[in-house]
């Protein structure tokens, strides 16, 4: 066998062997409220973490379908681990092809095996001052930061404005995270694991070669000289990013189907004519439907990976309108996964209202990751739509 294709393989093997640790654990991610450490240090040792960084230092250098398939078994198991899987996974696409060989040099010069991203691009408030060799950040807020309880080194946003107040360019940062403070304020509904707390910066210097032009990025103008001569490093920046925040609700409603399958012997019918659910026409058009749509959802998913992998291979950077429409099928897929969702409860009784039902936390989990604004249905497809309809986008980033 092709050994690059054995790597692909094994790693997805090596997420479908978690799934049920993880189902066995997601009680105590809930309650802990992040990911345990026998899962973060089973995930390294298989190097989940690593499938998208630089073979130079460390990484397994696969594509974004092996990403893909390997984070929707992750979160099969468990929402909030295979959140948090896709996001540290793709922030080390996103270092890796946002910033200088110097800055990699000194991220992975010690331990990369225990080097993990954590980080976010919109800050909720940045007072930076330019000084001599970086910038110093006065003072700076950044919400829903996942993984920050188990990251080594952090990302961050921030907006630069000219004299007349306007934002001329949104830089992009990479610093230690020690020299952050987290906020313990991740008090939520669901994807509780993740950790996802709102983390501060007061007067902390950034040297100048930690800091890259996020918009330059975003358009395929990379500052990583070092990797270009690697296909993987010519991916298409923001759908990578929002792909990755859809994947685990694929394998959230992979886990209700299982849920919802494995129920059926047990549950007895009433007021259907039969003596079990599994037995009546309602509950076979519900369970069809609901994996087709499912099934429709993971198409749209894995062939946008696909088609990210074949740009990245032509070492072409996605075109605009691909990337508008990336969106919009990221959108649309996680439309069709809240409709699974709604058949599989409206054929599951009142039973999952008890405290315990696998399904709660799938309901929990899925909704808080389904109301995420990036992947809303209506914003990305409203935005293909005007592309269709010969009119420029509304999306300030694609």
């Known amino acids: 066998m092709n050994t690059a294709i054995e790597k692909q393989s094994t ?168 020299e952050l403070e987290i906020i313990d304020d991740w008090h939520t509904l669901g994807l509780r694991g993740t950790g996802s707390n709102s983390v501060k910066m007061t007067n902390v210097f950034v040297p100048e070669h930690r800091v890259t032009s996020f918009n330059e990025a975003l358009n395929g103008n990379f500052e990583s000289t070092h990797l270009r001569d690697i296909a993987l490093y010519h991916t298409a920046l923001f759908p990578g990013l929002i792909l990755s925040l859809g994947l685990s609700g694929l394998g959230v409603l992979k886990n209700a189907l299982d849920i919802f399958k494995e129920s059926l012997p047990y549950r007895k019918a009433a007021h259907m004519g039969v003596e079990y659910v599994k037995d009546a026409a309602s509950t076979h058009a519900i369970l069809a439907e609901a994996t087709l749509k499912v099934e429709t959802a993971e198409h749209y998913f894995y062939n946008l990976a696909n088609e990210l992998d074949r740009w990245a291979n032509e070492k072409k950077y996605m075109e605009p309108q691909a990337r508008v429409k990336a969106l919009a099928d990221i959108g649309y897929a996680n439309k069709l996964l809240k409709e699974a969702l709604d058949l599989l409860l409206s054929g599951s009784g009142s039973g999952f209202v008890y405290d315990g039902h696998p399904m709660q936390r799938v309901i929990r989990d899925f909704l808080t990751l389904h109301s995420h604004r990036s992947l809303s249905p209506i914003i990305t497809i409203e935005n293909y739509g005007r592309v269709l309809a010969g009119l420029e986008t509304n999306a300030i980033r694609y």
């Open 11 to 178: 790693i997805i093997e090596s997420a479908r062997e978690m799934i049920v640790s993880l189902r066995e654990r997601a009680k105590e991610t809930e309650e802990i409220r992040r990911i345990p450490e026998a899962t973060i240090k089973e995930l390294k040792e298989k190097g989940l973490f690593t499938m998208l960084r630089p073979k130079r230092y460390g990484g397994l250098e696969l594509d974004l379908r092996t990403y893909s398939e390997a984070v929707v078994e992750i979160a099969r198991g468990c929402a909030s681990t295979g959140w948090i899987v896709a996001l540290c996974g793709i922030r080390e696409l996103m270092v890796a092809e946002s910033f200088s060989e110097k800055a990699h040099d000194e991220i992975f010069s010690e331990n990369p095996e225990d080097v993990l991203f954590a980080g976010v691009y919109e800050p909720r408030k940045c007072v930076v001052k330019k000084v001599e060799g970086g910038y110093l950040i006065e003072e700076g807020y950044w919400m829903f930061c996942s993984g920050s309880l188990h990251a080594t080194w952090g990302y961050f946003g921030f907006p630069i404005y000219n004299e007349e107040g306007v934002m001329v360019d949104q830089k992009l940062m990479t610093l230690p995270f020690k």
